[in-house]
């Protein structure tokens, strides 16, 4: 873990805040308004600080944690890792979905990584997974 992660982790968050910049309720169900029962995985609230910092640019989470019944009416995947609360969909302001995906291909190498027209996704599965 670099510099940067030890030095967020010492500090002192306020209730809900999972990380210098991003908040639980970012990562909700949009359709249940849940979140998964052991929270976010942290090594995906890592990855994603570290992809903030990269590109010193805002990161939007476009889709989170998802329930069973959610991920289901969206068309997910059976297994989804959004439902493991390993995943995120997400947008850089100011950075292409092509970008994106070419860092977290680099800095993601053991979880998972797809591109898509306006986001990208990246999960931090036990495995890699591109495409």
Sequence with gaps: MGKLM???????????????????????????????????DPKLIDLLEELRAHFGQSVVINSGYRSESHNKSVGGATNSQHIKGTAADVVVSRVSPAEVYKWANTNNPAGGVGKYNSFTHIDVRNGKARW
């Design 6 to 40: 030890d030095k967020l982790k010492s500090k002192k968050l306020p209730e809900g805040q999972l990380s210098e910049h991003f908040h639980e309720d970012e990562f909700r169900c949009h359709g249940t308004g849940a979140l998964p029962p052991g929270g976010m």
